[in-house]
């Protein structure tokens, strides 16, 4: 039996937000900013500390600013922060847009977006080894009042447990969990809203997703509905 294993999964929310220009946002666990931190949010908030100190109302620009990028209190910055390739290929691409904040990405509407949010995985292992079942979890509490989504996807790079083929391929399906089933009793009400399939010789290759319906369908009850999504990974031969 091949084991497939998802790491380094991400999602990210694009949107466009009036209130500033492009940034990557992280939200915040306990504080800290995570591995993706915003490259951008780090060099302002450095120049809030060193070359605006001498200015008078320094503490209510440093306030305005964060209040602008979602943030309550400036974040503490871990050390030795490595930032994921997808980001950083994300980054990149918004880059090479000339005069533009936009992110040209093929089949998501993102044209218009001026901001990506970032989250990471917080689910399980496979569920089911056989069924090659895995349950994303993003800590998704709310996105600011200004925010106007246009699009979603999750990011994640799959890993097996030997070599493969070229003639193998897995078909990953990803669910939206409408509802939670319970043991026994019920089953999860489930929608599919994206699924491929990928040639498993592609080792450690990040693969993409439009999860676009899932976003949209958790901020219209302002997110209090997030039971995550479900991966299924279906080996064909």
């Known amino acids: 039996m091949i084991l497939c294993f998802l790491v380094i999964t991400q999602l990210y929310i694009f949107v466009v937000d009036s209130t500033h220009t492009v940034f990557f946002l992280k939200r915040r666990q306990q504080h800290h900013t995570a591995p993706d931190t915003m490259i951008i949010l780090l060099i302002l908030l450095s120049m809030l500390h060193t070359g605006l100190t001498a200015i008078a109302g320094n503490d209510e620009v440093e306030k305005n600013l964060l209040t602008k990028l979602g943030l309550s209190r400036r ?13 950083m290929e994300l980054y990149k691409s918004m880059l090479e847009q000339n005069m533009t904040t936009h992110f040209a990405l093929p089949g998501l509407h993102t044209t218009s977006a001026n901001t990506a949010r970032a989250y990471f995985n917080k689910g399980s ?113």
Request: overall charge positive.
């Open 75 to 87: 974040p503490v910055v871990k050390e030795n922060i490595k930032i994921p390739s997808a980001t």
């Open 125 to 237: 292992a496979p569920i089911n080894a056989k069924t090659k079942k895995y349950r994303l979890q993003f800590d998704i509490d709310s996105l600011p009042e200004q925010d106007q989504v246009k699009a979603a996807e999750v990011r994640f790079t799959m890993k097996y447990d030997k070599v493969l083929q070229n003639e193998e391929f897995i078909y990953v399906i990803i669910h939206d969990i409408i509802q939670p089933g319970t043991k026994g009793l019920s089953k999860p009400i489930l929608r599919v809203i994206d699924s491929k399939s990928i040639n498993m010789s592609t080792i450690s290759k990040t693969e993409s997703f439009d999860v676009t319906p899932f976003v949209e369908r958790l901020s219209k009850n302002k997110f209090k509905d997030n039971h995550g999504m479900l991966v299924q990974c279906v080996t064909e031969s």
